[in-house]
């Protein structure tokens, strides 16, 4: 299963460093992804574009789970030599990660 | 009495995008306010270059294209008030042109401008007064780049806008506001809200972050696409307040796009870092306080939203000047693309070393190939690559050398080799971006305005 079938996501930018809005489609979808999909888990899914940490940021009111990839942009809006300068495809790529199935 | 609901309309959130936009929304938003953003994080570096070619210029050049094409329609809408970050770095020309522009069309309307977030002609009066702007990654003083700073602005609040409004402008100008604080002032404006009414000036902060990126709330970017029905003429989003600090997110009838929990949840967590703590100059807003409830047929209803005492600091956003950038892109097709692409980068490379100019930075990606997030994507091997190659150096010559090397791979590189039709890539000088802040004490601001 990937994160897109539990969860809607969208990404951007903050100078050098870039969130991640991650969306449950559901309140059982939701208390799976705050104990499976951690910080760490993130970290070492973007491994390759060096993270120098990740924070997660919960907001239960709407299913959300922010994550926050400190120098992950390689200098950011201006200075990246990468396409994405921007971090506007992280959202698309994180919702592609594999996901064990939600316990019954 | 205070009117029951205020109605501010967002048609504009970046410098580019649709021009239509603020057109459609005027004539069919039924709006008080209407807000144009246009700046973002490093368009003041650009606007400095503008500047320092033409005094005259550094703002926004686009607004007055779409003042042009309001005009006619603010004939008929008396009511309407607009309020713009337009002015960048040079608000008072903007003004001048823009009551150019009023006055053209035979209309009668106060123009105010707000000055005082521009940090560039008393930067080294700061630095020695021992504000150390220093940069809020890394810690280092601005000292450490004083010479090749460009731009360096703060991000001001709601406070002076109101003030405007209270002198009767019926247009805004600024140059660097907080973007929410475009929505923020009307509100404060419009109920009479005091200044420590933390939970209200939350709710508007909440408002403003939510349209503040144009259609980002009305079905742009919305992760289950297929469901949004006309994005071509998606609706750009209004924010309906009321004074107790309830608010209801719409569009206009009949245009496009939707407005439903899953979009605004999505656009509330956009560019967003600790959701409990949003800070801007007005407040420190608590996103996950707000409750959301559909409404029928398009629109969704914020409430409780909670706010905290704004911070004694205001945002400064510099830019300085850190090399030159250059990317070119070269097409490969056929069988094998992936490696014929990877061959092209390597000879590129390899001729820059032979001529002793190779960039201090060098950087080919593999487009179609799964580059764009490394490492993530399924690897694929497709029929056609788009090669994408890229160099940094801290000298414009050895990117002038190198942008030279694109094209000879049409006739030297391996077969396949197509889409080289856009000549040469431009050489631009880079700006990087520094982050900082600033004790609230230490700016000024200023109001000027003018009647047509």
């Keep these: ?104 | 009495m205070a009117p029951r609901t205020l109605r501010v309309g967002n048609g504009c959130g970046f410098w580019g995008d649709q021009p239509d936009a603020p057109v459609y929304l005027v004539e069919r938003g039924d709006l008080d306010f209407l807000t144009l953003e246009y700046l973002a994080e490093l368009t003041m570096s650009i606007l400095a270059q503008q500047r320092q070619r033409d005094p005259q210029l550094g703002y926004a050049t686009d607004f007055l294209e779409v003042l042009s094409r309001l005009c006619p329609l603010w004939q008929r809408y008396t009511k309407l008030r607009i309020i713009t970050n337009a002015g960048g770095l040079n608000p008072l020309s903007c003004a001048e042109r823009a009551r150019e522009i009023l006055g053209r069309h035979g209309l009668k309307k106060r123009v105010a401008i707000v000055r005082g977030d521009d940090l560039l002609p008393h930067l080294d009066d700061l630095l020695a007064a021992g504000h150390p702007l220093a940069h809020m990654d890394t810690g280092e003083p601005l000292t450490t780049v004083r010479p090749r700073v460009v731009s360096a602005n703060v991000y001001l609040g709601a406070k002076p806008i109101v003030e405007a409004l209270d002198q009767g402008a019926d247009l805004v100008i600024t140059g660097r506001v907080a973007d929410a604080s475009l929505t923020v002032a009307p509100a404060v404006w419009t109920f009479g809200w005091s200044w420590q009414d933390w939970d209200r000036l939350a709710a508007a902060t909440i408002a403003g972050h939510l349209i503040e990126c144009g259609a980002q709330v009305t079905g742009g970017l919305f992760t289950d696409w297929p469901l949004v029905p006309n994005l071509a003429d998606v609706g750009y989003p209004i924010a309906e307040l009321e004074s107790d600090g309830a608010f209801r997110i719409l569009k206009p009838r009949d245009s496009g796009g939707m407005v439903t929990i899953d979009t605004v949840r999505e656009q509330l967590l956009y560019e967003v870092g600790d959701p409990a703590a949003y800070i801007t100059p007005d407040v420190v807003a608590d996103f996950t306080s707000v409750q959301l409830a559909p409404l029928e047929p398009d629109g969704v209803e914020v409430r409780h939203a909670r706010g905290k005492p704004a911070t004694e600091t205001y945002k400064v956003s510099a830019a300085y000047r850190d090399g030159y950038f250059c990317s070119g892109q070269i097409v490969l097709t056929g069988r094998d693309a992936v490696e014929k692409a990877r061959l092209c980068a390597d000879m590129i490379r390899q001729r820059l070393r032979r001529a002793g100019a190779e960039p201090a930075q060098y950087y080919a990606e593999f487009l179609g190939a799964g580059d764009t997030v490394p490492g993530v994507w399924p690897r694929v091997s497709p029929y056609e690559i788009v090669l994408r190659i890229t160099a940094w150096d801290s000298q414009r010559a050895l990117l002038e050398r190198f942008a030279r090397e694109i094209a000879p791979l049409v006739t030297s590189g391996p077969p396949g080799v197509t889409g080289y039709a856009t000549g040469r890539p431009p050489v631009r000088e880079v700006f990087a971006y520094w982050p900082a802040l600033l004790d609230k004490s230490a700016v000024k601001t200023e109001i000027l305005y003018w009647d047509t």
């Design chain 1, 1 to 104: 299963m990937r994160l897109y079938e539990l969860a809607l996501a969208r990404s951007g930018d903050k100078g050098n460093h870039a969130n991640i809005g991650v969306l449950a489609r559901s309140a059982e979808a939701y208390s799976w992804l705050c104990h499976y999909l951690t910080a760490e888990r993130v970290a070492e899914y973007f491994r390759y574009l060096e993270p120098r940490k990740v924070d997660r940021y919960l907001a239960p009111n709407i299913w959300g789970l922010n994550f926050v990839l400190y120098n992950v942009l390689a200098g950011g809006a201006a200075r990246s030599l990468r396409l994405d300068s921007q971090g506007k495809a992280l959202a698309s790529a994180l919702l592609e990660m594999a996901i064990e199935e939600l316990p019954p």
